[in-house]
């Protein structure tokens, strides 16, 4: 199976495209603090899905990868909490965003939790 046909990649994928574009519109003085900090995490959902996919034989390995894939969401939470708290994001924004956060999470979770349906 391709990793790209993963609907947690593809989900995640969008997710970050989502807030690089709405980062965009952050201060120039957040440059290299919370809009790198929010495209990082957000871009490292998806890649360590990725990295999960090539550790499938090794289901501790595959376990590992996801569960940091899990952490990276919740960061990226957190920075969405950052940029509502700054007034960057509207709480519509804010919302939509977290609510696909919270999604990719639950299909994560799936992941972690399913390994064999994966393998």
Known sequence: MRFQDLLAYKKSFILSM????VSKKF???EKYSLTDQI???SRSVSANIADASRKIRYQKHFISKLSDSDSENAETQSWLEYALACNYLTNEVFNELTNKSLEVGKLINFMINNPDKFS
Request: hydrophobic share 20%; net charge negative; charged share 50%.
């Open 18 to 21: 989502e807030i690089f574009e």
């Open 27 to 29: 201060p120039s003085e």
């Open 39 to 41: 495209r990082r995490s």
